[in-house]
């Protein structure tokens, strides 16, 4: 087993994306982005997309290669990095991957449980629900349709609620009856280095970035996805809050301050889904990308 993949994770706004591409001309390797939220070609300043001349630093794989019209799953992006990494070991021993999205982390690191299909209707019928009667009417349903998942899920993350109602309303079976401790064997080994901070450092990353995009031009794009709204994609931060804005439900100042206090809270979620792998090496945000390079060449 001489493939390594070399994982960088982290907050958002932590820099993960600037370390990523260090090691990447170091290694003379390329990238797979395994942010889920980057995915989507209509969906670029929200989800900070990296710049262009940040791509044309080191090839980048699973940038913007979905529309928001596309029924596009972790198990979908599972099986098409697997066959990207396939390809990429015949000609590089060492890839990197870099995400805030912890589930679809895993998928390429450990594998997923294995879910039945169901019928994409549901789907758009929970996200209609969403935004019709908010997210607690999610965590109410989920509360009855899968009590055990309901105890540990984050019920502040709409996209697991509905990815769990969606399997027990379309099966008739609780999501917790699908999910097996077992992890299915990889041809490469994994390497994972995390970005941290201080609390307040991170907030204050998460605020100027927040302020940035609306300078970029937030707004317009998310003006310009409105008729979009009740797809899966745009069930996120950053864009639900200003569609409230131009349904008039908030002013434009509040909205703003809320995509902040969304984003500081996905940074907290993010941090206590990668805290549970004891194996990371973790550094802080400010460490140089040379001491790093050269403790993963100690390692290697």
């Known amino acids: 087993m001489n493939e390594l993949l070399i994982s960088v994770i982290g907050p958002t706004a ?21 942010d889920s939220r980057q995915f989507y070609k209509e969906m670029n300043i929200g989800t900070a997309v990296p710049a262009d001349d940040e791509l044309s630093q080191a090839p980048h794989h699973f940038i913007q290669h979905r529309s928001i019209q596309d029924d596009y799953s972790v ?42 299909k169901v019928n994409a209707e549901i789907r758009l019928e929970l996200n209609k629900r969403l935004d019709k009667n908010g997210i607690s009417s999610l965590q ?18 709409p996209h697991r609620l509905v ?44 605020n100027q970035r927040v ?19 009740h797809l899966n994609a745009l069930q996120t931060v950053g864009y639900r809050e200003l569609f409230n804005y131009f349904k008039g439900d908030w002013s434009l ?28 090496l973790w550094y802080e945000f400010d460490t140089s990308s040379t001491q790093i390079q050269n403790d993963i060449e100690k390692l290697l």
Request: glycine residues 6%; aromatic residues 10%.
């Open 75 to 116: 198990g979908d992006f599972e099986r098409e990095a697997l066959n990207r990494l396939d390809t990429l070991y015949q000609k590089k021993d060492i890839v990197i991957m870099v995400g805030g999205s912890g589930l679809y982390i895993n998928a390429v690191t450990k594998g997923l449980d294995n879910f039945p």
């Open 211 to 229: 302020g940035l995009m609306v300078s970029e031009g937030l707004i317009e794009e998310v003006r310009n996805l409105i008729d979009y709204q």
């Open 14 to 34: 932590i820099g993960k994306t600037k370390l990523a591409i260090e090691l990447a001309k170091h290694f003379k390797t390329e990238i797979i982005s395994a």
């Open 253 to 280: 100042e509040f909205a703003i301050s809320e995509i902040q206090k969304n984003t500081r809270r996905f940074a907290k979620r993010q941090m206590t889904w990668f805290k549970k792998n004891e194996q990371t």
């Open 140 to 157: 109410e349903l989920l509360k009855t349709e899968d009590f055990e998942y309901y105890k540990k899920v984050d019920l502040n993350n």
């Open 163 to 206: 990815r769990a109602l969606e399997i027990c309303i379309g099966t008739g079976r609780p999501y917790s009856s699908f999910l097996k401790s077992e992890k299915k064997k990889r041809r490469f080994k994994t390497i994972t280095i995390g970005l941290t901070a201080e609390r307040q450092t991170i907030y204050d990353r998460i």
